[in-house]
Nanobody
Framework: QVQLVESGGGLVQPGGSLRLSCAAS????????MGWYRQPPGKEREVVAR???????NYADSVKGRFTISRDNARNTVYLQMNSLKHEDTAVYYC??????????????WGRGTQVTVSS
């Protein structure tokens, strides 16, 4: 069994910061890309940021300069540092990983999501 567990969501005022974490655990052989997606209320899920095993980062235009993605390969963990948060960042944030478990081929795995609410 493989699972991704997010933490760090919550309520924050506009202009504030939050740091999300996501740890992958279980019978993992390897992990390639990891990242974060989000689903605002009433909207489709959208990509926020992705990072390769080697550390190459990609961001949605809406978060460039405010969010930073990083990963710790030794801990199978990906982080999302979110600064200068805006009302429109309110969403459920989902962790993503393309990983290969010991017992099967590579595929995408998702966490259950963590709520981020930006409100005064």
């Amino acid at each position: 069994q493989v699972q991704l567990v997010e933490s760090g969501g919550g309520l924050v005022q506009p202009g504030g910061s939050l740091r999300l974490s996501c740890a992958a655990s279980g019978s993992i052989r390897s992990i390639s890309a990891m990242g974060w997606y989000r689903q605002p209320p009433g909207k489709e899920r959208e990509v926020v940021a992705r990072i390769s095993f080697g550390g190459s980062e990609n961001y949605a235009d809406s978060v460039k300069g405010r969010f930073t993605i990083s990963r710790d390969n030794a801990r199978n963990t990906v982080y999302l540092q979110m600064n200068s948060l805006k009302h429109e960042d309110t969403a459920v944030y989902y962790c993503y990983a393309n990983l290969r478990p010991i017992y099967a081929g590579s595929r995408d795995y998702w966490g259950r999501g963590t709520q981020v609410t930006v409100s005064s």
